[in-house]
């Protein structure tokens, strides 16, 4: 360690300590100048600004360690300067003489070597916060902790120099543990590190070899790139080998979703082709006026359409307005058609409304019978017929009208069936037959005192009159 100059910058050949200097553990500021004559020397050492947060080689944050402690050092307990200048430092082993100090009072030249051994203090206070927060340099600290333990027996300083080496030795034997620490917490990085870039490789193989989200799966690989990139610590050897897994995949994806492309390209050109063609039978037919088969021909073209996908987006509204217009021309004649035959069949649908009003009383089998009801309904039906269509928009109202009065027919043929039916009407007089049958008995049972056997027959009489009621019943509607 150099000695310092004197406060007026003038060589100091006889004021400077010239038998010891301080250790030199590590690279630290320059020596500070002693003090000037008569001037108020403080002991007290400004803490340490603490350093900023620092990054190991992975990239991942280093613990923030506190500002070094350095311990108060008070030099007059530790030492001495007599009038002639001459410096002591009080060892386990005694006092020892550690140089001369001509630049001012007896207790500047203690400040002055109090200062220097606040100077060693601090070195090895920084060791020590740095070993926890940059435990990979375990071993440089190690061997500046050492180089200072070295040089504390002729150090020229005056302070506890015994608790300084204990500081300084045990910045050595931490050091040790840091070391193992930060070798398993670089295997455990690396490992983490391989495991994840193994995760990401699998994945990119998995998107490879089956995603059809084109999409989607392109932006995820594109994130899981921007995350390979960012891991570190994996052996070279190994991040290639999963590097060559991961771009494989990467590339067969690319390669699906090119191919898929290119086929979709084809397909719309396809489609194009198909749907060219499907326009030309559409103009074709548009001014047709034989409407039911060339309306059922534009449905079939339709579901051609349908069939022949998609072209590109903007050429596939073109075409659909195209083929849309051939089909609104047919269409729009045919409704003006109809519409144009259904002013006319109006006139129809008044007729017919005055037949329905002319026939509803007449036909009606409950108050003329069945037979004059039938005979009303067959001449409606026939003038029905005459008269012709009505409005396409009313068919289903004269439809419902006509076709109540036809119900009203029907109902009361199946009705008179039923009461007439010669296998109904046998049905009645079977059951009813059994009914008499189990009376009689019952009643010869009970003549005879057989009281059970007469109850059994009465209630087997009972089951057969309620089966020939329900078929009587049914017979009578």
């Known amino acids: 360690m150099s000695e310092p100059a004197k406060p007026n910058g003038t060589p100091q050949s006889q004021a400077t300590p010239q038998s010891q200097a301080a250790p030199k553990p590590a690279p630290k500021p320059g020596p500070r100048p002693g003090p000037r004559p008569g001037q108020k020397v403080s002991t007290q050492r400004p803490a340490p600004k603490p350093a900023g947060s620092a990054k190991s080689a992975s990239g991942a ?34 006092d020892r003489a550690i140089g001369q100090y001509q630049a001012g009072s007896p207790e500047e030249g203690l400040a002055h070597f109090g200062a220097r051994y606040d100077d060693v ?55 040790h543990q840091a070391e193992r ?25 998995n998107i490879g070899e089956s995603s059809t989200e084109w999409k989607k799966s392109g932006d995820r690989l594109r994130a899981m790139m921007n995350e390979w990139r960012g891991i570190k610590g994996v052996d070279k050897a190994t991040d290639d080998e999963l590097y060559a897994r991961f771009a494989a995949g990467r590339d067969a994806f690319n390669r699906r ?22 326009i030309e039978k559409a103009e074709a037919m548009q001014h047709s006026t034989d409407w039911g088969p060339t309306a059922r021909a534009y449905r079939d073209l339709m579901d051609q ?51 329905i009003d002319e026939y509803r009383d007449q036909v009606d089998p409950q108050a003329h019978g069945l037979d004059k009801a039938r005979n009303a309904l067959h001449e409606l039906q026939d003038k029905w017929e005459a008269i012709g269509y009505v409005p396409r928009d009313r068919v289903r109202e004269f439809e419902d009208k006509i076709g109540e009065l036809e119900d009203r027919v029907s109902e009361a043929a199946d009705e008179q069936w039923k009461r007439t039916d010669p296998e109904a009407q046998a049905r009645v007089a079977q059951f009813q037959a059994k009914v008499d049958q189990f009376t009689a008995e019952a009643e010869a049972a009970e003549a005879k005192g057989k009281t059970d056997k007469a109850k059994k027959l009465r209630g087997q009489a009972a089951q057969w009159k309620e089966w020939a009621d329900a078929a009587a019943q049914a017979v009578e509607g």
């Open 61 to 94: 944050p280093k613990p923030e360690a506190a500002a070094p402690q350095v311990p108060h050092n008070d030099p007059a307990k530790f030492g001495r300067v007599d009038a002639d200048g001459t410096a002591w430092v009080t060892t386990p082993d005694g």
């Open 121 to 175: 203090s601090t070195q090895v206070a920084v060791l020590a916060a740095r070993l926890v927060t940059h435990p990979e340099e375990a071993q440089r600290i190690r061997e500046d902790a050492q180089r200072i333990i070295a040089d504390l027996p002729t150090a020229a300083i005056i302070g506890d120099i015994p608790a300084l080496q204990q500081r300084a030795e045990d910045v050595v034997a931490n050091s």
């Open 181 to 205: 620490q930060a070798e398993q917490d670089k295997a455990d990085r690396k490992a983490a590190a391989t495991q994840r870039k193994q995760e990401l490789a699998a994945e990119a193989e």
């Open 257 to 278: 979703r090119e191919e898929h492309f290119d086929q979709l390209d084809k397909n719309r050109v396809s489609a194009r082709i198909k749907k060219e063609a499907l």
């Open 305 to 355: 359409w349908k069939a022949a996908g998609r072209a590109h987006r903007d050429v596939d509204n073109e075409l659909w307005a195209r083929f849309r217009a051939a089909q609104d021309v047919f269409f729009n004649a045919r409704k003006a058609d109809s519409a144009k035959r259904d002013e006319e069949f109006e006139a129809n649908a008044e007729a017919k409304q005055k037949l």
